[in-house]
């Protein structure tokens, strides 16, 4: 099994920054992506950005292109999430995620039922 802790989340005014960080543990070697979902309230969990862990190659959500950015640090098993310009719908419980799925389609890269592991969540909240 792979366990995930999710930091940095906090309160923010719209316009400013946060960097989320998560660290994985146990069998990481199985992992081949990680990536994040947040969750506003009232509405079903949805993808934000996706990290291959042996390539870099990156993916987004259009909502947040051009104002996140997710990168990895693979010795230390932690992806972080640099969240920039940040609006008052980005209001979210923030998830780090991970699978052993290689698979590219769109569809199955932002399905929530790919990624097996998921952290306890963060809390991003952003005032207007």
């Known amino acids: 099994q792979v366990q995930l802790v999710e930091s940095g989340g906090g309160l923010v005014q719209a316009g400013g920054s946060l960097r989320l960080s998560c660290a994985a543990s146990?069998?990481?070697?199985?992992?081949?992506?990680m990536g994040w979902f947040r969750q506003a309230p009232e509405k079903e969990r949805a993808f934000v950005a996706a990290?291959?862990?042996?390539?870099?190659?990156?993916y987004y959500a259009d909502s947040v292109k051009g104002r996140f950015t997710i990168s990895r640090d693979n010795a230390k098993n932690t992806v972080y999430l640099q969240m920039n310009s940040l609006k008052p719908e980005d209001t979210a419980v923030y998830y780090c995620?991970?699978?052993?799925?290689?698979?590219?389609?769109?569809?199955?890269?932002?399905?929530?039922?790919?990624?097996?592991?998921w952290g306890q969540g963060t809390q991003v909240t952003v005032s207007s």
């Open positions: 995620v991970a699978t052993g799925s290689t698979a590219t389609s769109t569809a199955t890269m932002t399905d929530p039922s790919t990624f097996g592991s």
């Open positions: 990290i291959t862990r042996s390539s870099g190659a990156t």
């Open positions: 146990g069998r990481t070697f199985s992992i081949y992506r």
